[in-house]
């Protein structure tokens, strides 16, 4: 009977100490998660204050749309 009892309190000792060790392990993985997360949050708030940033906005249209102001001459070079 003695060995009965401790077999079940080891039995859910165990379990427990399995569970416990489980949940450590997913929280380091969530933590680095997060720590990604924040780091590409900062990353695109940089890139969104770049972006409404008048001379980055104009040389980007200048760039990728081929605008120019009346009067510019545009010189385009094949790729």
Same mark, same amino acid.
């Given at each position: 009977? =003695? /060995?009965? =009892?401790?077999?079940?309190?080891?039995?859910?000792?165990?379990?427990?100490?399995?569970? =416990?060790?489980? /949940?450590?392990?997913? =929280? $380091?993985?969530?933590?680095?998660?997060? +720590?990604?997360? /924040?780091?590409? +949050?900062?990353?695109?708030?940089?890139?969104?204050?770049?972006?409404?940033?008048?001379?980055?906005?104009?040389?980007?249209?200048?760039?990728?749309?081929?605008?120019?102001?009346?009067?510019?001459?545009? $010189?385009?070079?094949?790729?």
């Amino acid at each position: 009977m =003695i /060995l009965a =009892i401790a077999g079940g309190l080891l039995w859910l000792y165990l379990g427990k100490a399995f569970a =416990i060790r489980d /949940l450590s392990a997913r =929280i $380091v993985a969530l933590e680095a998660r997060r +720590a990604d997360l /924040l780091a590409r +949050a900062a990353e695109l708030s940089r890139l969104l204050a770049r972006a409404e940033d008048r001379d980055t906005l104009e040389l980007q249209i200048r760039e990728k749309l081929l605008y120019g102001y009346p009067g510019e001459v545009l $010189v385009l070079f094949g790729k």
